[in-house]
């Protein structure tokens, strides 16, 4: 079931502070935003230099607060490998935080959560192919095609890590 939902995919194409206060509750509030737990991690984006929604995504990333730095690479095959990607998810574009590989066009929500949450065994996450309505895949209509977020393991193990 889920190499077919990968098939599919592939075709279609945190802070502390005391609590009682309104001004405490905001500030512990802004603490736990992904923006704040991530604003200080370097991120890089590995594309390749023909592709333009790659820019589309690491602009999503800065604004979400990551210190991005885009890296073209005409070899992105050879990245994926050198990565960990299994062949199965790749995208167009592959990143790197803190540790962890990002492939292609993940939420960033999904990001800061595989950053906050680092579950035993996982070396990253993918959105197979370049699903239309992904972030940096949006179109002018709005349409959203489904798609899910693949968690990889470094022997080539796959689930689902948000459907």
């Not at 802004?30 to 690491?58: E, F, H």
């Not at 939420?107 to 035993?120: D, G, K, W, Y």
């Amino acid at each position: 079931m889920l190499a077919g939902a990968l098939a599919s995919g592939a075709l279609t194409f945190l802070g502390c502070s005391p609590s009682g206060a309104p001004e405490a509750e905001e500030e512990q509030a802004k603490n736990n935003s992904p923006r704040t737990s991530t604003s200080r991690l370097a991120m890089t984006v590995y594309r390749d230099p023909s592709c333009g929604c790659c820019q589309n995504w690491a602009k999503i990333a800065r604004d979400a607060g990551y210190q991005v730095s885009v890296r073209d690479d005409q070899d992105m095959p050879g990245v994926k490998r050198r990565l960990g990607v299994p062949e199965a998810l790749a995208s167009c574009h592959t990143a790197e935080v803190d540790g962890l590989v990002i492939e292609g066009h993940v939420p960033l929500e999904e990001v800061a959560r595989l950053i906050r949450e680092r579950p035993a065994g996982v070396k990253g996450i993918a959105v197979p192919g370049m699903p239309i309505g992904s972030p940096g895949m949006e179109v002018p209509d709005g349409t959203i095609q489904s798609f899910q977020v693949i968690a990889f393991d470094g022997a080539g193990n796959v689930s689902v890590f948000r459907t």
